[in-house]
């Protein structure tokens, strides 16, 4: 099973750019669809998008399509998550995750049994 951890989380004022990394701690990445995930204070955790080993991209949440991109990077075995025009609501702990058991190669909802990273705090703030 896939073992992720993300990084790249910080403070970043409105409008501004950042980018995160969901990187295997073990396993292969390549193998597996990767979705990111973010949870706000006080709301429920919400999928923002996904990307499967062949490169499809599933957008769970429309208020970021235009703003944020995923990509991957299997030779650094890492997926990325490009945020641009931040907005104050777009503060969340985001998470990276992976379907748990043999559907790895499906994108993991919310509603699914999946293996999660620890999650960043992106903080949008003046």
């Known amino acids: 099973q896939l073992q992720v951890v993300e990084s790249g989380g910080g403070l970043v004022q409105p409008g501004g750019s950042l980018r995160l990394a969901c990187a295997a701690s073990r396993g292969t990445l390549g193998d597996y669809a990767i979705g990111w995930f973010r949870q706000a204070p006080g709301k429920e955790r919400e999928g923002v998008l996904c990307?499967?080993?062949?490169?499809?991209?599933?957008t769970y949440a429309d208020s970021v399509r235009g703003r944020f991109t995923i990509s991957r990077d299997n030779a650094k075995n890492t997926v990325y998550l490009q945020m641009n025009s931040l907005k104050a609501e777009d503060t969340a702990v985001y998470y990276c995750?992976?379907?748990?058991?043999?559907?790895?190669?499906?994108?993991?909802?919310?509603?699914?049994?999946?293996?999660w990273g620890r999650g960043t705090q992106v903080t949008v703030s003046s």
């Open positions: 995750a992976v379907r748990a058991g043999a559907l790895f190669r499906l994108c993991p909802t919310t509603g699914t049994r999946n293996s």
């Open positions: 990307i499967s080993s062949s490169e499809s991209i599933t």
